[in-house]
């Protein structure tokens, strides 16, 4: 364990943390462990099993080396590597409920989590309630006897609305549940929601940090208090993540940083130009002071991501698809973090309940990759004018 000046730069974990060159011949980065079998020397060793390492399900340096970093840049007690980002969210949510209890679930969630509450969740008898993500203190009217566990993502990364995470800490500690936050779109680099108040942090660890749109995975880092609970649950459900992967997240870990950094800068240029653009009406990006949020990203954020959504002028199907495929640099997909940029057309009403989504033009969500940004508008402006003679 590196032990680092206090409070530790986060520059300096990404770049110190979670390797340890002395026990690696001198190496500078922690290699791929692969492994099954981990070996006992003795009876007694197998008998007292206090090994570091007793079978590789468990995990190995190189996963134990990321959940190093991830931790020291959460704040956390400790955190566990698992193999995407939506196993973190299922593995958070079922660590807090059972049979009987009750979640309410931010309406701006992942959606593939959503259907897990809905479609699992439900089937064990739990009940699963889904919130205005601006709900703010107000979430303590929802909660009842048996609701154990809010799920907040902030900002929800379709329609970006920024959450009162301290509140509705308050509110769900008040009446016994845990709070978890999905923390992906700003990283520990811009904000820190067990600072906050929560208790039980998630990410999309295959977005930020992989960085390179090669590999799956997810972290899960938590309060002491809500350690043993997760901890648990992932044991038994038999989560692990190989060497492999693992590698790749310390690798992308390493420049996190300096590509949150280059990111933000980038979306922001895109998203002020996208402002002037008369066939887009709004720019929903939580750092523009016309987001309706915008006071309370400057309260609990130290930065923006990669990742908005404008909405284009309302238009045809026909006029959408002359938009997007022929665009030369943007491509169509889903995820996000990469180097590369991004422009994804958003199914929004079959993702909301609580609030349903009323905007009749063209949702639409980008991330902006590290291409020349003079090219990126010049392709967006290509397809404004496709869209225009279109629509
Ligand atoms: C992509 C994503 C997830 C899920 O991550 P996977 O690794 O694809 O399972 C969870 N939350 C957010 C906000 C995401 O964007």
Request: hydrophobic share 40%.
């Amino acid at each position: 364990m590196t032990s680092f000046s206090n409070p530790p730069s986060i520059e300096t974990i990404l770049t110190h943390a979670g390797r340890d060159p002395d026990s690696q011949f001198g190496f500078v980065n922690t290699p791929v462990y692969r492994g099954s079998t981990v070996l006992f020397k003795t009876l007694a060793d197998l008998d007292a099993q206090k090994q570091r390492f007793l079978y590789g399900r468990a995990g190995n340096p190189t996963t134990e080396g990321v959940e190093e970093v991830v931790t020291a840049l959460e704040g956390a007690y400790r955190t566990k590597l698992v193999p995407s980002g939506l196993a973190a969210i299922t593995i958070a949510m079922l660590s807090c409920l059972k049979t009987g209890d009750d979640i309410l679930i931010t309406d701006s969630a992942y959606e593939p989590g959503r259907k897990f509450a809905d479609g699992y969740l439900t089937h064990m008898g739990i009940t699963a309630r889904y919130y205005d993500p601006r709900i703010g203190a107000g979430i303590a009217d929802l909660m009842q006897p048996n609701t154990r566990a809010v799920l907040a993502e902030s900002p929800g990364s379709l329609t970006f609305e920024v959450q009162d995470i301290p509140a509705i800490a308050k509110a769900a500690h008040a009446n016994g549940a845990r709070l978890i936050v999905d923390n992906s779109w700003a990283s520990p680099i811009y904000h820190k929601p067990l600072e906050l108040g929560a208790d039980i942090v998630v990410h999309a660890g295959t977005k930020m940090f992989v960085g390179h749109s090669d590999a799956f995975a997810g972290t899960i880092s938590t309060t002491e208090a809500a350690w043993a609970d997760v901890s648990r649950v992932r044991t038994l459900l038999g989560f692990f993540t190989s060497g492999d992967d693992a590698y790749l997240v310390s690798r992308g870990l390493k420049t996190l940083a300096i590509r949150m950094a280059a990111h933000q800068e980038r979306a922001l240029e895109i998203a002020h130009w996208l402002e002037q653009q008369p066939e887009v009406t709004a720019v929903i990006h939580p750092a523009l002071p016309s987001h309706p949020d915008h006071a309370l990203w400057k309260r609990d954020f130290t930065g923006s991501g990669s990742l908005f959504s404008f909405v284009l002028q309302p238009g045809s199907r026909e006029a959408l698809a002359a938009f997007v495929d022929q665009m030369k640099i943007f491509s169509m997909g889903y995820s996000w973090g990469g180097f590369e940029s991004l422009c994804l057309p958003v199914a929004i009403k079959g993702a909301r309940s609580a609030l349903p989504w009323t905007d009749e033009g063209h949702l639409m969500r980008l991330h902006i990759g590290f291409e020349d940004t003079e090219d990126l508008k010049a392709d967006l402006r290509a397809g404004f004018d496709r869209y225009a003679k279109a629509r």
